[in-house]
């Protein structure tokens, strides 16, 4: 069985990045969103096994998709990819539910970190 992923990010050079490093990993891109309202849309329509989720985005950033994402799926599996994690973007979204972050540039070794995690069973946070 290959995972489906939903890539959420306003630029369209990242989500062309993220696709191409996850169709590497194994994963099946199933959609992709610009914005936070684009991306809770499009999850509960496509039921992704993952998402990617930009935090600075226009019309809905990607801590308040992510919550409304958590409550339409509280085991939704999200990564945060941003270019700048501060403290309280980064307790603010674990309190929600995320357990992975990328931090940009994305690497193909950061995103295999990241997607591990996300198997794993335990609650461990890890930040790539």
Do not use: W
Not at 105 to 118: H, N, Q, R, S, V
């Amino acid at each position: 069985m290959r995972y489906t992923v939903l890539i959420v990010d306003d630029s369209v050079a990242i989500r062309e990045q993220l696709r191409s490093l996850l169709e590497e990993c194994g994963y099946q891109v199933i959609g992709e969103a610009q914005n936070g309202l684009e991306a809770i849309d499009k999850y509960v329509r496509t039921r992704p096994h993952l998402v990617t989720l930009d935090i600075v985005m226009p019309e809905l950033n990607g801590i308040d998709a992510a919550q409304e994402i958590f409550k339409y799926d509280p085991d939704a599996k999200v990564i945060v990819i941003t270019s700048s994690l501060s403290q309280k973007i980064r307790l603010k979204a674990e309190e929600l539910g995320v357990r992975s972050f990328v931090v940009k540039p994305i690497t193909l070794d950061k995103l295999k970190m990241a997607l591990e995690l996300l198997k794993s069973p335990t609650k461990e946070v890890k930040y790539g």
